[in-house]
């Protein structure tokens, strides 16, 4: 069931709106033993990785382009780190309907760039940032030949939100600390939103307190200025002038939370703790999230330090995009390997028996 048929109420959707679904959302919430052990409180990851095309935008973009559809959109347009082309070129090739996308040259992620290839998409690279191919996607959606289906659309927003219900269902109320990473900060508005919706219909008894990470090197709603060249490993919230700043600042206020950083390091080692200890493996800018809660536990920097977490909390991190899309860094640590003899004893040589 997507998120529409789950959801319809809360949606945009009227009788006449075609559903474009591929059957996304409804994702895991994982209890993560270690996790909880690691931190001393509960702690559940959102495994937004196992979405139709892999990561959370898929929830926004089943509701933009069914939209879309309703209004008998000619083309689709977005600008992308690389999953938003991923998920708009799957739903745009669902629904017959053409489109394009503008991405940073050399800067998405294997995966995500032969995901949008593969699905159709007419592809275009930019000598420019994410914050450059935004900029020209906004022009050209004046010209009325494409519907802009990122976040700057509100039917993704009204997607997304799907994510915080499912969370409040599957927890029997709020999360009561909601850690996720921010690029764009469509994300953290969209959950907020979806935790003050649910609430006010009586869904939930409570709000978490919302803690968004950027990385150091693209973290422009912490420092409070634009980065005109943002860096990361975590190519996907590689953003230095996000959309949705002043929603991502109001979210955060609103829930007593905080906008913190997490640095490259840290990102890829809460990555690999995270597909090790718990099973679930995520790219780099979705480990954000994980990399933040270890800072919470670990660093006096903290925006937010967990002894400010009562103990009977029960945390959730949401985790973005799926780790086979930004294979790079981790193919880069693997030893080439090498094959034995097809015997029993070289085989149990082999694995230290
Ligand atoms: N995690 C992943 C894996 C993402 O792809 C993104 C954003 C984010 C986190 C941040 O979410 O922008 O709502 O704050 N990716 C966009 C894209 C920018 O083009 O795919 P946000």
Redesign the pocket.
């Known amino acids: 069931m997507g998120v529409i048929q789950r959801y319809r109420e809360y949606l945009p959707i009227a009788e006449s709106t075609p559903v474009v679904s591929l059957g996304e959302g409804s994702t895991p919430l994982v209890f993560c033993p270690r996790l909880s052990t690691r931190v001393g409180r509960t702690v559940f990851v959102k495994n937004?990785g196992v979405n139709p095309t892999g990561?959370?935008?898929d929830r926004g973009m089943t509701v933009a382009v069914s939209k879309a559809m309703e209004h008998r959109a000619r083309a689709l347009i977005?600008?992308?780190?690389?999953?938003?082309?991923?998920?708009a070129a799957a739903y745009a090739a669902h629904a017959g309907i053409s489109c394009v996308v503008i991405l940073p040259a050399g800067k998405i992620a294997t995966g995500?760039l032969l995901q949008a290839f593969a699905y159709g998409a007419k592809i275009v690279a930019i000598d420019g940032n994410?914050d450059d191919a935004l900029r020209l996607v906004r022009e050209l959606g004046k010209g009325g030949d494409f519907d802009i289906v990122?976040?700057i659309n509100p039917d993704r927003i009204a997607g997304?939100k799907t994510a915080a219900f499912e969370t409040v269902d599957d927890l029997g109320d709020a999360a009561d600390f909601h850690l996720?990473?921010?690029?764009?900060?469509?994300?953290?508005?969209?959950y907020w939103a979806g935790y003050r919706e649910y609430q006010a219909c009586g869904r939930s008894t409570k709000l978490p307190v919302m803690i968004?990470f950027q990385a150091v090197g693209a973290a422009p709603i912490f420092y409070n200025r634009i980065v005109e060249k943002p860096e990361t490993v975590?190519s996907?919230?590689r953003?230095g002038n996000?959309?949705?700043w002043k929603q991502?600042r109001s979210a955060v206020i609103e829930s007593h939370g905080a906008i913190d950083v997490v640095n490259d390091e840290e990102i890829l080692a809460a990555q690999m703790w995270l597909a090790r200890h718990e099973g679930i493996f995520?790219?780099p800018?979705?480990a954000?999230s994980v990399a933040g809660l270890f800072k919470c536990c670990d660093s006096k920097e903290a925006a937010y330090s967990v002894q400010k977490i009562p103990e009977e909390s029960r945390i959730v991190c949401t985790v973005?995009?799926h780790g086979l899309?930004d294979p790079e860094v981790i193919t880069a640590q693997m030893k080439k390997l090498k094959s034995v003899p097809a015997t029993v004893n070289d085989v149990r040589r082999a694995v230290g028996l």
């Open positions: 937004e990561s959370f935008k977005c600008a992308s780190t690389g999953n938003t082309s991923a998920s995500k994410f990122n976040s997304q996720l990473p921010v690029g764009n900060a469509g994300n953290i508005t969209a968004g975590a996907a919230i953003i996000p959309a949705s991502a995520v790219e800018a979705s954000a973005t995009g899309k």
